[in-house]
């Protein structure tokens, strides 16, 4: 079946960068995007930003442009994000999921989620 | 990008119906039939119930339906049970490959 499993939880330092993995089975790699997604405690879900596993284009939401990085590696069907100069309010569940599996703009499953955490 | 509104939390007894709303612009849901609800339990993956507005996963109970009217998605939730009782989220394409989710819902069963 289609799955998802990300990397386990990480601890941080303000100003320190975090890479989170997201390694994917079950489905043709390169016809899916993987979106990412985050939830701070006691906030919402956010949406982060996508890339396309076929040919490596991403966009992002405004506010994460300049510190995120997403990739995958096609070889082994991971694909990976990367958040640069963490701050406290970085502190949030981070999860990746598959675009349009099930329909058009659905995400569709979800990585198990990663906390990461970020303190002096 | 703006949040997409939803309520803080709605509630209802075990049988009845509830629905959930999900405030937009004319660029995001006025826009695009491409809103999708998602539920999450505390700790777990969120689960997609709805996609493109209205239809229904395989696996998804038809006691959950989707709709819009202008500028507002909505989710109802018919003949509520206990395991309905989590957090719920709308999600919306914006244009440019761009996606919004809502401010999310608490879904509380009496």
């Known amino acids: 079946q289609v799955q998802l499993v990300q990397s386990g939880a990480e601890v941080k330092k303000p100003g320190a960068s975090v890479k989170v993995s997201c390694k994917a089975s079950g489905y043709t790699f390169s016809r899916h995007g993987i979106s990412w997604v985050r939830q701070a405690p006691g906030q919402g879900l956010e949406w982060m930003g996508w890339?396309?596993?076929?040919?490596?284009?991403?966009k992002s939401a405004q506010k994460f442009q300049g510190r995120l990085t997403m990739t995958t590696d096609t070889s082994t069907t991971t694909a990976y994000m990367e958040l640069r100069s963490l701050r406290s309010d970085d502190t949030a569940v981070y999860y990746c999921t598959i675009m349009a599996v099930t329909g058009v703009g659905s995400f569709d499953p979800w990585g198990q989620g990663t906390l990461v955490s970020v303190s002096s | 990008q703006s949040a997409l509104t939803q309520p803080a939390s709605v509630s209802g007894s075990p049988g009845q119906s509830i629905t959930i709303s999900c405030t937009g612009t004319r660029s995001d849901v006025g826009r695009y039939n491409l809103v999708s609800w998602y539920q999450h339990h505390p700790g777990k993956a969120p689960k997609l119930m709805i996609y493109?507005?209205?239809k229904r996963p395989s696996g998804v109970s038809n006691r959950f339906s989707g709709s819009k009217s202008g500028n507002t998605a909505s989710l109802t939730i018919s003949g509520l049970q206990a395991e309905d009782e989590a957090d719920y989220y709308c999600?919306?394409?914006?244009?440019?490959?761009?996606?919004?989710f809502g401010t999310g819902t608490k879904v509380t069963v009496l």
């Open positions: 999600c919306s394409f914006a244009g440019n490959m761009l996606y919004v």
């Open positions: 493109e507005g209205i």
């Open positions: 890339i396309s596993a076929y040919n490596g284009d991403t």
